[in-house]
């Protein structure tokens, strides 16, 4: 059988005050589905009393549709898909997906009549609001994105970063359907001269009471990404649950999922990013110890891969023919290419695809045919997507974002 570890690494800048911010954008500041679970009214976050037949706490009540053996249950607010859940199918299961909020799920009341959920924009020639129904008139498309949290890898740092301690189940691969965000801009006569960002505003704040200005999600991003974003009301075939940000959500390709903003009330296209407290202050690449604005944002996700199987949840395991199997990204390019190691890094193989290209802001899923003896081994996998690949290892931050590094990413096994 497969015992499993994690194995870690340790990255210390020669310059302990700065960040090495030479990495690509992200860092610059700038198929039909089975099995789909029915979406479920929602209420505020709270932690069901009951607990899981395995002892384990029980889902929070607003997302108990979901498949409690598929997730590990950081917090209420923090809820990681398994590995060996993210990747035996191409589009991960809405009953698999993680949960990462930072407020409160709105509720069926607090939405009301999901058709006449409105939206304004600004920033554009002809300023307008829309209901979700004449939005649906106006275009439709469907789309493969990776949705994957920020913080996702921040449980390998050893400074322990507050948050969540996600190792690599803060992400999904999800068909969203919409209207391009192209279109709406369009329909409204153009962006405005002087905009420079693209500002998606949430209004999941509301019911709380709480200040807009420290409770309010509010995410500016290059203004280019219009083109390629889309406004979703649909995730993996059904109406989008409210936990993922019904009745509609901006979708931003290839960048954090902070930045697909839930619960979506308002885009301004603007001459400087929001002043708000998530956009202002959070969600900022930072050294350890130091934290502000002037920090690269969470925008363009990096390239990265990681292995789904063999892990500790597959069961035994014999000696012999093994197939190495595992999901990569290529960030907001199409990912090219993926290598696998037995050996800790060593010596690597190349993998190949398997399952259909979805575009370039949808992972691959990879394999890797080996025969394997008894003994131990260190599985890794290092993704390229033709101009950048996967480092080594981790780029030390205050907050445990954009961990990309392939060595924490990998796997210790034991096969006996």
Request: contains cysteine.
């Amino acid at each position: 059988m497969i015992i499993f570890n994690q194995i870690g690494g340790t990255f210390m800048s020669k310059n302990k005050t700065k960040l090495n911010l030479n990495r690509r954008n992200f860092l610059t500041g700038t198929a039909a589905l089975a099995g789909i679970a029915a979406t479920a009214s929602v209420v505020p976050i709270s932690i069901a009393n009951a607990n899981h037949t395995d002892g384990k706490k029980g889902l929070p009540d607003f997302i108990n549709w979901k498949d409690r053996d598929a997730l590990i249950v950081h917090s209420d607010k923090g809820i990681e898909t398994h590995r060996s859940a993210i990747g035996e199918s191409l589009v991960t299961p809405n009953r698999n997906i993680y949960i990462r909020n930072n407020m409160p799920t709105m509720t069926d009341t607090q939405i009301g009549d999901r058709k006449k959920w409105k939206v304004s924009i600004e920033g554009v020639k002809n300023p307008r609001t829309f209901t979700l129904a004449q939005l649906q008139k106006l275009g439709h498309e469907t789309k493969a994105t990776i949705l994957q949290c920020s913080g996702n890898g921040r449980g390998f740092f050893e400074h322990k970063p507050r948050g969540s301690q996600w190792k690599t189940g803060a992400a999904a691969c999800v068909l969203w359907t919409g209207v391009p965000m192209k279109t709406v801009v369009d329909a409204c006569g153009g962006v405005s001269g002087g905009a420079v960002y693209m500002t998606s505003e949430g209004v999941d704040h509301v019911p709380t009471g709480l200040d807009p200005k420290k409770a309010m999600i509010a995410r500016s991003v290059p203004k280019k990404v219009y083109k390629d974003a889309m406004l979703a009301w649909e995730m993996n075939g059904v109406p989008l649950p409210n936990a993922h940000g019904g009745p509609l959500r901006m979708v931003t390709p290839g960048y954090f999922g902070i930045n697909n903003v839930k619960h979506l009330g308002k885009v301004a296209f603007t001459s400087k990013e929001s002043s708000v407290k998530y956009m202002a202050k959070s969600y900022r690449i930072s050294p350890i110890g130091k934290k502000g604005s002037q920090y690269p944002s969470c925008w363009e996700m990096p390239v990265k891969s990681w292995i789904t199987r063999p892990t500790n949840e597959t069961g035994i395991t014999k000696s012999g023919k093994v197939q190495i199997v595992g999901v990569a990204m290529g960030g907001t390019k199409k990912v090219r290419s993926v290598k696998v190691s037995i050996d800790g890094g060593k010596s690597w193989k190349k993998a190949k695809f398997i399952g259909p290209d979805l575009g370039k802001y949808a992972w691959r899923q990879f394999v890797l045919e080996t025969t394997l003896s008894k003994g131990r081994y260190s599985i890794a996998s290092l993704a390229s997507n033709g101009g950048d690949k996967q480092p080594e290892l981790r780029m030390e931050n205050r907050r445990g974002y954009a961990h990309n590094g392939w060595k924490d990413h990998s796997v210790d096994i034991t096969v006996v």
